[in-house]
């Protein structure tokens, strides 16, 4: 007899567009076209179903011209963040016993509404978070193949658990929901690590509270809406952007809060797993934190290296984004011997980048998220031009929009500033290595282990990256960014986090608890 999961189709990873074909180029001009319309719309917050209008407001800007107002949306007060934890554990007592079979078609449906509207969401994320439009299909691309594989994997999960048989009991294994959880997702990928965190918790039967960015605020509306719009029952998914120090603590610190999904920097997830430790009054459970944080990732390019193949690989790594991915590259370790061949062909190939609105699909580089971000990664521009040689860029790109040229200082020491902290834009430090034993010294240096990558030929070389380069996403003879839901696993070791593995298999155990049933016989 088949079961549920094995009647769906097997899960495949959503293609990602080009626009090179003229017919898809004409679909994101004219999504672009449509959402401009939208600009200056306001969102309300969504408790219990309910739409919600605050006189307090957050602006959402568009960062490649911020004086257009991508959209205006309600800022949660205190007492709003409380009633939202309320409505979500009142919601859970009935949403848990849904069957799994049910929530799994609300998920079903919006993959396929997000499929429909593909080029809105893609042109929102051009505008409020600055995306090419390449790197825009991605991350919604993202976001249909998390709503598919964490709806396969609840069915899976749902489905009886093998056991060994003891003789004179019936024995089972199920997994159930933990209960209310506050998602808390970043700007950079404010579709597809927004929706896969909310996805994977209601999917499983939990209730969640979406405390969204302030810099893609709007995006999550429009998943909110998305979500009820397929007909999820009122208080499963509520709604309450706001301020970190207005609205964050408490809903992290609320004794109803059973377990906090968090995506962002490491200085914040060490916060927010510190303020989830601490028990409250009339709290019944030790609060389960699932955290993604920051990288300091490292390409090693080894001696015997493809060079032409690892600067394509650096430079996509590192520029891709404007660099703004916690798997970014952010320090290529060269072996000595190829390292002025590397360090001058890399020059010539970041010569080549575009920079300008992402909205003109000829740009490769859009601006970074907002004025505090590019004066954060200035300053490490600065500092870095101290530390090493300014091989190429270096200065701001416009005086509209917060655009920076993409960067490499080379001759870099891998104890410096640059080689060391989470820039989080587009900066690359070079660092030379006397040999691979060095190279691969230099790449386990930080205090971060999320991607990293190597450049070999070398069979015995690889073997030994394997072993002991320490990171959670190990990549060869390619980018280290670019994660695939359901191939590549995504989480990482040491200050990068709690090793969640988004996409993968196990993600789902962390939005579970199991419980043994046995019955003598």
């Not at 626009?19 to 306001?42: C, H």
């Not at 060391?420 to 010294?441: N, R, S």
Request: with cysteine; proline share 5%.
């Amino acid at each position: 007899m088949s079961t549920t999961a094995e009647r769906i189709a097997p899960f495949k990873n959503e293609p990602i567009k080009t626009y090179a074909e003229p017919a898809d180029a004409a679909k994101m001009e004219a999504a672009l076209t449509e959402v401009r319309k939208e600009f200056g719309r306001e969102y309300p917050l969504v408790i219990d179903g309910q739409h919600i209008a605050t006189q307090k407001k957050i602006a959402s800007r568009n960062p490649a011209d911020p004086a257009q107002i991508v959209g205006e949306v309600a800022s949660a007060s205190l007492e709003d963040a409380n009633r939202a934890i309320e409505v979500a554990n009142r919601s859970f007592q009935s949403w848990k016993n849904t069957p799994a079979a049910e929530r799994a078609a609300f998920l079903f449906k919006a993959a396929e509404l997000v499929r429909t509207r593909r080029e809105r969401y893609n042109a929102l994320l051009v505008f409020e978070v600055g995306k090419s439009w390449i790197e825009a299909d991605a991350d919604t691309a993202e976001a249909i193949d998390f709503l598919e594989f964490y709806t396969r994997e609840a069915l899976r999960y749902a489905e009886p658990q093998p056991l060994t048989p003891i003789a004179g009991e019936e024995n089972e294994l199920v997994y159930v929901p933990l209960g209310v959880g506050v998602v808390i997702p970043p700007w950079n990928f404010a579709f597809a690590i927004m929706a896969g965190m909310a996805a994977a918790a209601v999917v499983t039967g939990n209730t969640v509270v979406l405390k969204p960015s302030s810099d893609s605020a709007v995006l999550a509306a429009w998943f909110v809406d998305l979500m009820h719009e397929v007909g999820l029952p009122k208080g499963v998914l509520n709604f309450v952007p706001g301020s970190g120090s207005v609205i964050g603590d408490a809903l992290v610190a609320h004794p109803l809060t059973r377990f906090v999904a968090f995506t962002g920097s490491k200085e914040v997830g060490l916060h927010v797993n510190e303020l989830a430790a601490k028990p409250q009054k009339g709290q019944r459970w030790i609060k389960r934190v699932v955290a993604e944080m920051g990288g300091k990732d490292s390409i090693v390019v080894a001696a015997d290296a493809d060079v032409d193949s690892a600067v394509e690989g650096v430079a996509a790594s590192a520029f891709g984004f404007q660099g703004q991915k916690c798997s970014a590259c952010s320090r290529a370790i060269v072996d000595a011997s190829i390292y002025d061949e590397f360090v001058e062909k890399l020059k010539a190939r970041v010569a080549k980048i575009t920079v300008g609105d992402p909205a003109d699909k000829q740009n490769y580089m859009g601006p970074v998220i907002n004025e505090r971000a590019l004066q954060s990664i200035e300053k490490y521009i600065e500092t870095g031009t101290r530390e090493g040689r300014l091989v190429y860029g270096g200065k701001r790109v416009g005086d509209t929009g917060y655009f920076l040229e993409p960067t490499v200082i080379a001759d870099t020491a891998p104890d410096a500033t640059i080689a060391q902290e989470e820039i989080f834009g587009p900066v690359l430090a070079v660092i030379k290595a006397k040999d691979f034993d060095e190279a691969l010294a230099i790449a386990n240096n930080t205090e971060f282990g999320l991607t990293g990558a190597v450049y070999t030929k070398d069979e015995k070389k690889i073997a030994r990256a394997k072993d002991e380069f320490f990171v959670g996403n190990l990549y060869f003879n390619r980018k280290c960014t670019g994660a695939m839901v359901g191939g590549h696993p995504f989480g990482g070791f040491n200050m990068s986090g709690t090793d969640s593995k988004a996409g993968g298999s196990d993600y789902l155990l962390l939005f579970l608890q199991a419980k043994t049933v046995s019955r003598k016989t």
